[in-house]
């Protein structure tokens, strides 16, 4: 039997508010363990825009989402955080010390005495086109999430969508890709309208193609996707030769095993106070995406915020109710965690 990992606190979820978590902890002393079902930490940066440019990082006038990944992992480094990665949290069970025991699917067992969700969206699924043949070619010419923009360097490109995904990737890959043609099913875009305008800027200028009232029908290919066909209001069998067809139609947010944990939970989020974003279990704090309370913005910056009040209890909670003592990082420094 392997042997059970404890730690100071158990963080379920390594997007960019699990990573701050193992900052704000180590500056009191505390170790963190996190757990992730992706194989690499960074959460949605890592997983769905690496490349993309975030404008609203404090002291980063712009920085790559993949980049903030990095730093976040250097900031941390001293603290010596561990990690389980590839492997999801899937049972809570309280012990009679009063720890919690998390076991992973992968049957890894971990026992803390604070836990700390900041599991984002939680397990995400993209929302997939109602299309026959779809599944024979994922990975052969169908991508539901762009991870690397310089695959399609050169390429035809399909993107369907009218959302904001679907606009900030076509107007990204003008620029790389050889053609980039746009498919929406309604005339109106629910994306930010400044978005639109560039669009149809791109689109007056001959650089991409718009098919609106129009839905992908059918795919063909050999040994990977060749064509689409697109139902459009004048055609019903209107051909478009590429390599690429990107539906980017959201993701399904899915809390997954953490939504049988007994947790008090409103629209598939952790309800969590705002004192210190504790859940309705004693011990368990809910931090980043995965939260709601009054006025709550999905923003890395808020995540930021919720970690350092977040600490400071869970301080509390493993030293008998004992406060941290409030110091600056420019009084104290960093000391190292091994
Ligand atoms: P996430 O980044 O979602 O990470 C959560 C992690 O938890 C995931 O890796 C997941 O695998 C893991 N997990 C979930 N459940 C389990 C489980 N049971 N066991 C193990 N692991 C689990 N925000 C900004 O502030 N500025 C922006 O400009 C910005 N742009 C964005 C652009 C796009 C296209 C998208 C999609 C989001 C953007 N955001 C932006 C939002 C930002 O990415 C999120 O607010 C941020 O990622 C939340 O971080 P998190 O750590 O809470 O969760």
């Not at 620029?175 to 560039?198: M, Q, Y």
């Not at 059918?218 to 697109?230: D, F, P, R, S, T």
């Not at 709550?296 to 008998?320: D, P, R």
């Given at each position: 039997?392997?042997?059970?990992?404890?730690?100071?606190?158990?963080?379920?979820?390594?997007?960019?508010?699990?990573?701050?978590?193992?900052?704000?902890?180590?500056?009191?002393?505390?170790?963190?363990?996190?757990?992730?079902?992706?194989?690499?930490?960074?959460?949605?940066?890592?997983?769905?825009?690496?490349?993309?440019?975030?404008?609203?990082?404090?002291?980063?006038?712009?920085?790559?989402?993949?980049?903030?990944?990095?730093?976040?992992?250097?900031?941390?480094?001293?603290?010596?955080?561990?990690?389980?990665?590839?492997?999801?949290?899937?049972?809570?069970?309280r012990l009679e010390n009063q720890n919690f025991e998390v076991t992973t699917n992968k049957g890894t067992v971990l026992e803390a005495p604070v836990i700390a969700i900041a599991g984002g969206l939680g397990s995400f699924e993209p929302r997939k086109p109602l299309i026959n043949n779809i599944e024979?070619?994922?990975?052969?010419?169908?991508?539901?999430?762009?991870?690397?923009?310089?695959?399609?360097?050169?390429?035809?490109?399909?993107?369907?969508?009218?959302?904001?995904?679907?606009?900030?990737?076509?107007?990204?890959?003008?620029?790389?890709?050889?053609?980039?043609?746009?498919?929406?099913?309604?005339?109106?875009?629910?994306?930010?309208?400044?978005?639109?305008?560039?669009?149809?800027?791109?689109?007056?200028?001959?650089?991409?193609?718009?098919?609106?009232?129009?839905?992908?029908?059918?795919?063909?290919?050999?040994?990977?996707?060749?064509?689409?066909?697109?139902?459009?209001?004048?055609?019903?069998q209107h051909r478009i030769d590429c390599d690429y067809f990107i539906p980017l139609f959201g993701l399904t947010p899915k809390l997954g095993p953490i939504a049988d944990w007994g947790l008090e939970l409103e629209k598939n989020a952790i309800v969590v106070n705002t004192t210190d974003f504790g859940?309705?279990?004693?011990?368990?704090?809910?931090?980043?995406?995965?939260?709601?309370?009054?006025?709550?913005?999905?923003?890395?910056?808020?995540?930021?915020?919720?970690?350092?009040?977040?600490?400071?209890?869970?301080?509390?909670?493993?030293?008998?109710?004992?406060?941290?003592?409030?110091?600056?990082?420019?009084?104290?420094?960093?000391?190292?965690?091994?």
């Amino acid at each position: 039997m392997t042997p059970v990992i404890k730690t100071d606190i158990l963080i379920i979820g390594a997007g960019p508010c699990g990573l701050f978590t193992v900052f704000e902890a180590g500056l009191l002393n505390l170790k963190c363990h996190l757990v992730d079902s992706l194989g690499s930490p960074g959460g949605q940066l890592t997983e769905i825009y690496p490349k993309k440019p975030i404008y609203d990082i404090p002291g980063y006038p712009e920085i790559l989402a993949s980049d903030l990944v990095q730093n976040l992992l250097k900031q941390i480094e001293p603290f010596s955080p561990k990690f389980t990665l590839g492997e999801t949290a899937v049972l809570l069970k309280r012990l009679e010390n009063q720890n919690f025991e998390v076991t992973t699917n992968k049957g890894t067992v971990l026992e803390a005495p604070v836990i700390a969700i900041a599991g984002g969206l939680g397990s995400f699924e993209p929302r997939k086109p109602l299309i026959n043949n779809i599944e024979n070619y994922e990975d052969k010419g169908i991508d539901y999430i762009i991870r690397d923009p310089e695959k399609y360097r050169s390429k035809n490109v399909v993107i369907s969508g009218g959302g904001d995904s679907a606009l900030d990737w076509a107007l990204f890959l003008v620029n790389i890709a050889s053609s980039v043609t746009v498919i929406h099913r309604r005339t109106e875009f629910r994306g930010a309208p400044e978005s639109v305008l560039k669009l149809l800027n791109f689109v007056k200028e001959g650089k991409i193609q718009l098919l609106t009232e129009s839905e992908v029908t059918h795919l063909a290919g050999e040994q990977k996707l060749e064509w689409v066909i697109v139902n459009t209001p004048t055609s019903d069998q209107h051909r478009i030769d590429c390599d690429y067809f990107i539906p980017l139609f959201g993701l399904t947010p899915k809390l997954g095993p953490i939504a049988d944990w007994g947790l008090e939970l409103e629209k598939n989020a952790i309800v969590v106070n705002t004192t210190d974003f504790g859940t309705n279990i004693e011990g368990i704090f809910a931090i980043g995406d995965v939260n709601t309370y009054p006025g709550k913005l999905k923003l890395i910056l808020c995540g930021f915020h919720e970690a350092a009040l977040m600490v400071q209890s869970a301080y509390k909670a493993i030293n008998g109710g004992r406060k941290p003592s409030f110091k600056y990082t420019t009084v104290t420094g960093i000391n190292r965690l091994d």
